[in-house]
């Protein structure tokens, strides 16, 4: 059950993973946000999101290869 519920976290934030990076590529591109953020700022959030699911693809890459080490 525990291989389960890890196989199940572990997809969760890949998917996760990807919509922080989809949602940076769109912040930055969309001229819709601009009434939130206006100038230079929809593209610090963007830049923002993308590092931040570069990160997170890190972690779960390295915890995917430390599960796979231990057994």
């Known amino acids: 059950m525990q291989q389960r519920s890890g196989g199940v976290l572990y997809y969760f934030t ?6 922080y990076a989809l949602m940076g590529i769109y912040v930055m591109l969309s001229d819709s946000i ?10 610090f959030l963007g830049v923002f999101l993308i590092l931040y699911a570069i990160y997170r ?10 599960m796979h080490d231990q057994g």
Do not use: C, F, G, H
Request: charged share 25%; proline share 4%; net charge positive.
């Open 14 to 19: 890949l998917s996760m993973t990807v919509v």
């Open 34 to 43: 601009e009434v939130w953020l206006p100038d230079n700022k929809k593209y």
């Open 57 to 66: 693809a890190y972690r779960i890459v390295k915890l995917n290869k430390q």
